[in-house]
């Protein structure tokens, strides 16, 4: 599998932003423990051979869980902040997509 991304780029880096990219656009469909589950098999192997530290890919890949699974369309993260007393359930979309921006 390693070959076949090397056909795409010889640059490490580059291939990083291809798995952030990937982790993302997942996070904004499934939930996060069935991202790791599907995805940790498969990227370890190919961060471990690109030189990348397992503990460093770990935080990127929690990062990247995180802010996709806060991310529209489905947005489960803020989704399931609308059970929250303070957010009345008038709105739910506007509303609790929009507090999620700084």
């Known amino acids: 599998m390693i070959e076949m991304l090397f056909t795409i780029s010889q640059n ?15 996070g ?3 939930e996060s423990a069935s ?3 599907i995805t940790v098999p498969i990227f370890v192997p190919i961060i471990t051979k ?8 770990g ?6 869980i995180m ?10 993260s803020s989704i ?9 359930y008038q709105r739910p979309s506007g509303r609790s997509f929009r507090s999620t921006f700084p």
């Open 35 to 37: 991202i790791m589950i």
């Open 28 to 30: 904004c469909f499934m």
């Open 59 to 64: 935080v990127l890949l929690t990062l990247n």
């Open 50 to 57: 690109l030189g990348f530290d397992p503990i460093y890919f």
């Open 80 to 88: 399931s902040r609308l059970t929250l007393p303070s957010c009345p």
């Open 12 to 26: 490490r880096w580059i291939i990083m932003i291809m798995i952030n990219i990937i982790l993302l656009f997942l």
């Open 67 to 76: 802010i996709g699974t806060l991310t529209r369309p489905s947005g489960s």
